[in-house]
């Protein structure tokens, strides 16, 4: 009698656990629908304006350079089971232009007006090539204006991802415009009157950043970080350095800053890191960082360099 009631029980034990798993399935939150961007500012971006909604993911480890990032097979597999694929083009990610599993491709250097490569490059740098230059310098996201651009893309791709929630999404977008916009306000303000309008960066990334508020900058290398300078361009540096008294050269985080403290070595200057925002540190993305605070961080340090009141 006893063994039959508890056969019984555990019979009712396991109906009952089998019917709460299939009800939990069924009340359960649909699946979000996944996006992939290839840089940073691309994934701030989408990260803002998608909210809760859908999920975003960075194909770019934290920490790695995006000029020489190459997907491995896993990567590749991620993007083929992604809605979306949100990326800088312009010659950034090669590897993109051949990738077609995704459902939608969204290159964003369709929606920007590009510098032709050359076009605001200062200092020697002959002989050296970037695999940008097919499709010019893609570093266009630290102009907040471009960005303001990008967003307005990526909205309409989110809300054809997801119509239920377009107007969420466009909240959220128009939030997002609004800090770009106060962003570009204070970058005005903080380098309107400075003492020096150029800076010296081991890589020029920065080109837009500088035509859309008036100063120069000056390279050790082009578009492509990766690019050795010849000696007469360092000879020019050196020299540019010293006339114009310049105190401060940048460098970023992922590449080496030998040439750099060289230079700094030779004219007296100091170095500090300049954050092109293709992609952060995992020390920056485990503190929280975002578009506008890194954003922030360099208008501080370029103020300083280029002394500015």
């Known amino acids: 009698m006893k063994k039959a009631l508890i056969v019984m029980i555990l019979l009712l034990s396991a109906t009952f656990l089998l019917l709460w798993q299939e009800d939990g399935k069924e009340g359960s939150a649909p699946e979000r629908a996944s996006v992939v961007a290839s840089t940073f500012a691309l994934y701030d971006l989408a990260s803002a304006i998608a ?26 597999a991620r993007l083929s089971e992604a809605k979306l694929f949100i990326y800088s083009g312009a010659g950034l990610e090669p590897w993109a232009e051949s990738f077609s599993s995704a459902a939608t491709k969204l290159d964003i250097s369709r929606f920007v007006t590009l510098h032709t490569v050359g076009e605001h490059e200062h200092a020697g740098h002959e002989g050296e090539c970037s695999h940008h230059e097919s499709g010019g310098d893609p570093h266009y996201w630290l102009d907040p204006q471009n960005m303001i651009a990008a967003s307005e893309q990526v909205t309409v791709a989110l809300c054809a991802l997801d119509p239920d929630n377009a107007a969420y999404y466009q909240e959220r977008s128009g939030r997002y415009v609004k800090k770009m916009q106060m962003l570009d306000t204070l970058y005005t303000k903080r380098l309107q009157h400075c003492s020096k309008r150029m800076i010296v960066v081991n890589h020029n990334a920065f080109a ?8 120069e900058v000056h390279a050790v290398s082009a578009l492509s970080p990766e690019a050795m300078p010849s000696a007469k361009t360092m000879a020019q540096l050196s020299d540019l350095i010293v006339d114009e008294d310049v105190k401060v050269l940048f460098f970023e985080s992922f590449v080496s800053d030998r040439l750099m403290k060289s230079l ?22 485990e503190q929280g960082s975002d578009y506008v605070m890194l954003m922030e961080a360099n208008l501080d340090k370029l103020a300083e360099a280029m002394v500015c009141r």
């Open 208 to 215: 837009y950043l500088a035509e859309r508020y008036g100063f």
């Open 264 to 285: 700094a070595k030779e004219t007296g200057a100091s170095v500090d890191v300049l954050q092109p925002l293709a992609n952060i540190t995992a020390d920056q993305a």
């Open 51 to 76: 909210g809760e909604r859908i999920s975003v993911e960075m194909i770019v480890p934290f920490g790695v350079d995006v000029h020489s990032f190459e997907p491995t097979p896993r990567d590749m």
